[in-house]
């Protein structure tokens, strides 16, 4: 098949995913009642799949093991709350400290305020990078860590109260429009961090991450190169906390903990380190199967399984297993499960393309041609072995 | 080219490198040969900014640049082949070469068919991984991407490390080649007999000091070096 003819082929199964999926949207968009279940799971994976993605930058792409994502998300979302909330309902929400004059009458759109979320947090990502990026793997993942608690700490301090509303968190940022709008936002996103990746700038965070002296032998300044990588990630891992923020329509420090640090980072690992399409599938699997097992922590009656019981003495019995709590149990096997049969990511550091898909078959047939190659020659072997043996005997 | 005069080196307390002086004249091969540890290594990572050295000066036409950051040293002419290949093994061999381009913000593409015709089998092997190459191909595919700055000066360490002769043959006549086209060589090796054949002028580095010095067909001649480093020396 030519190349042209190829890229032609791509173009348009590109343009049919992108309709299908906006045409889905829509019929959703249609219903919003009916519908808000899908809806919510859609808008998280999606905010989430930014945050996998900004993790991806530094940790997959950059090989340096940053763990501040929940502190820089803290950030953005409380940037984006503040600036977002109506102006009448500040004093409501503020009305234990009473919030600041200056900033009491600035209301931004949503897309302003995430843009200035995105500023502030590259901004501190500069200045803490100086010191913290000068540290090597799990060193830099502990400073990092340190700075994200501190981060959620000082958003949460009384001192500040009149600016963050401290523990008391801000409430009541304006939603979604519609579904459109995330989504949107989410892809374009994105979409900015793939064309760096895929910029020579992306080239020189590889060369970074695989081998830093040769790297450095081709004049990669190796400090700038990962300060522009912590400064774009940090960036968008502003941008997702503030979609988180309009997202939840609220914005508490008790959101951002370590744990959610580890949330994305087992999106990234799930997905493929180094892999923009696996970040998204991660973040899509992981939020969408926490609630796919929502049925796990639902107690089950027999009669509710088998109707015909109702009444016996039987169908009164329990499921004992089933109680809340324990669809994180079954949460945590199929994680191990996927760690061990595919410990490179579901799509391991490449990214998922229309070809890789349409080779799946053919790799599949590869792998069984190969593996009944492999048991003919051990038989073969066997066959052989048995045969000299018997020479031996009989001699 | 470049002129390096009294270079001093310490790891720690001790000197690698004790005052060593050479020149590396325009269009010539010059070639620094000794034996393991003798500090030849650490002169070119100290000349690319790598190491920081402790004492002497660099010039490169006329400007000093020790103690310069590396991406400045190289985006003024100069490239390093590193010891032991060091290509990017999960790129292909497309990308380890733009990423030798890295500075240049000019059209690279003039620069891309000549590293391809210099060396047809990475062009062959361009959208594969550098980690699947043989040994060779990863050297050649490491002397390329250093070719992909468009360097005044290209600086190898020990390019046939490892290699099989033949293979170290088609490097040396390779390097060749790139000093016939007008780009200036300072190559480090420990085969001296095929780094002297090739070389304008050769110095002879122990224990941190240059001890002989002459043209490529002296040195080949001298009684010490045969005995030292071509093990034909008269017995």
Known sequence: MSANRKKYIRWILDAALIAAILIYLDILQADTTAHSYAITIIERSCIYAVAAVSMNLIIGFTGQFSLGTAGFMCIGAYVTGILTIPVKMRDQIYYLYGMAGWLHDIRLPMLAALAISALICGVIAYVIGWPVLRLKSDYLAIATLGFSEIIRAIFGWDGLGKITNASYGVSNIPPFANIFECVAICGVSILIMSLLIRSSYGRAFKAVRDDDVAAEAMGINLFHTKQLSFVVSSAFAGVAGGLLAVFMRSAVTSTFTVALTYNILLMVVLGGIGSVSGSIIGAFLVTGSQEWLRFLDKEYFFSDLFPGLAGTAFGAARVPLLRNGFRMVIFSILLMVVVLFWNHGITGSRELSWERIAGIPAAVREKKKRKAEAAERRAREEAAAAALEKEVRGQ | ?235
């Open chain 2, 1 to 235: 080219m470049l002129i390096v005069r009294d270079l001093n080196i310490r790891y720690g307390g001790i000197e690698a490198v004790r005052g060593i002086s050479f020149d590396v004249p325009d269009g010539k091969i010059v070639t620094l040969v000794g034996a393991n540890g003798a500090g030849k290594s650490s002169t070119l990572r100290s000349i690319i900014g790598l190491v920081k050295p402790s004492g002497g000066s660099i010039l490169l036409r006329d400007s000093y640049i020790r103690g310069r950051r590396t991406d400045e040293i190289v985006s003024q002419g100069i490239t390093l082949v590193p010891e032991g290949r060091h290509v990017f093994p999960d790129q292909t061999v497309l990308e380890n070469l733009k990423i030798g381009a890295y500075l240049r913000k000019d059209d690279i593409s003039e620069d891309l068919e000549r590293v391809y015709t210099l060396f047809p089998r990475l062009k062959e092997r361009s959208w594969q991984p550098a980690g699947t190459l043989s040994g060779g191909e990863q050297q050649m595919l490491a002397v390329g991407r250093a070719l992909m700055a468009n360097p005044a000066l290209i600086m190898m360490d020990e390019p046939s490390l490892g290699l099989a002769p033949i293979v170290v043959q088609e490097i040396f006549s390779i390097i060749q080649r790139i000093h016939d086209q007008g780009t200036t060589v300072l190559l480090v090796e420990q085969n001296a007999n095929m780094a002297l054949r090739i070389a304008d002028y050769a110095y002879v580095i122990e224990n941190g000091a240059i001890t002989i010095q002459g043209t490529g067909a002296e040195l080949l001649k001298n009684e010490r070096v045969r005995a030292a480093y071509l093990g034909t020396g008269a017995k």
